[in-house]
């Protein structure tokens, strides 16, 4: 026999032993330790788990109905999630770790002010879609979180607007009137039974009573502002009006003007010889030694007399007590009454428009029919009024809307077109209307 050589190979690397050195037994021991350790060896599990006890199945559980089967089908866990189930029994090299399930726990932990007790324990509720997601009111468990979701209790003010800064949800205030009622009237009122295209004979005459009075007070106040400036000031001539100009601008000029009611005037503005002081002048007179000491017991004197007029008055007031009382009982109910009186204005006040801006609001004008238009067909009736104009009357109405003037056509002024200095010497050169092939 002849010997085999070995062949000489370099191992200088762990790639080439793996090559010429057989390692299997190595790997396999080292394979079956981890699983050990994974799942555990026999010794470690109990006699329940290893052995089975045959049973054989009774009549009932044989004639299971379907639905007892697809229940039982039901309540197993599913096959998809077995995989993120920890299935590995080996230790924890740390054995003093705190053991927290999830980030809520971890946080209440890490807080200086958390209780101590079991984290393993603390397991997250499941969310109840019971609640009324419309309603106002918040529970007390959504009471002290903040808009973004972050529990106020375990974060800090700073914290929270950094965090609403930093991902582009800007914190804002809204304001104490925003979800106010601005009033009190109904949205939509229902119109007056006389507006109907085939009204009743009452309402219809009704209606137009209303808009009779509406008009006598509009023309009521038109009567008494044209009587309180116009009629108040009588009509003068432009010959009058241009003497009494020149009148005005020449007083005090020095030369005289023709001038009809000349008597008038100086019966209106008599003329005075002395100009000099009325009064004489006034020389100082100290007084004596005598007239001081009258003058101080002349004090004296008249505070004794107030002294005993307020002693007088109390004597009468203990007489007038029962006056005075009459008297304080009347002006406490005067006071009631004016209350009663302002509470009831403000109260009114939440049934009527407010002043929202430069202009005020102003009732339109009622859509009636004339008893000769009212024909009580739908087909011949006229059309009054708009549904887009009463909604805007009524946002107006109830203080969401400031009133304002319809706008016109903005009038433009024309542009001055001018021409530049440069392009004023090119147009005045003639135009060169020379072709080839042709004479002049």
Known sequence: MKTVKKKK??????????????????????????????IGTVEDVPDSELFQVDKTPSKKSQNASVKSKRRAIASRPLKCLSGLENASKVTDPLKNRTKVKNCKNAMRLKHPSAKKGKSSKLEEKKQDFAEDLWNDVKSSAEAGKTDTGLDSEWFSEKLVEHHLRDTGKAPFKVPNTARQVT???????????????????????QLLNDVIKNEETLMKKDAHLDRVTTKMFS??????????????????????????????????????????????????????????????????????????????????????????????????MKLANRRNKE??????????????????????????AYPEEVTGNLRTTKNQGSVLKDRYVSLGRRNMLAPSKRQGVRRRHKV?????????????KPINTYQPGKKK
Not at 9 to 14: A, Q
């Open 9 to 38: 190979v370099s191992k200088k690397n762990k790639s080439s032993w793996r090559k010429h050195v057989d390692i299997s037994d190595v790997d396999g021991f080292l394979e079956s330790s981890r699983l050990e350790e994974r």
């Open 183 to 205: 009033s009190k009237l109904k949205a939509f009122e229902s119109p007056h039974p006389g507006t109907s295209y085939n009204p009743r004979k009452d309402d219809h005459r």
């Open 235 to 332: 009509k003068v001539a432009p010959e009058e009006r241009d003497r009494q100009l020149l009148q005005e601008m020449s007083a005090g000029l020095g030369f005289d003007v023709e001038i009809k009611q000349e008597d008038e005037i100086k019966k209106e503005f008599p003329e005075e010889d002395t100009v000099g002081s009325i009064n004489p002048p006034v020389e100082r007179k100290p007084k004596s030694k005598k007239a001081q000491k009258k003058k101080a017991e002349e004090i004296k004197r008249r505070e004794l007399v107030k002294k005993s007029k307020i002693e007088k008055k109390k004597i009468s007031d203990i007489v007038r007590i029962g006056q005075l009382k009459q008297s304080i009982v009347k002006k406490e």
């Open 343 to 368: 509470d009831k204005e403000e109260a009114e006040k939440a049934f009527k428009p407010r002043r929202l801006g430069h202009r005020a609001f102003k009732e339109p004008d009622v859509d009636v």
């Open 416 to 428: 001055k077109r001018y021409v530049r200095n440069t392009h004023k010497c090119a147009m005045e």
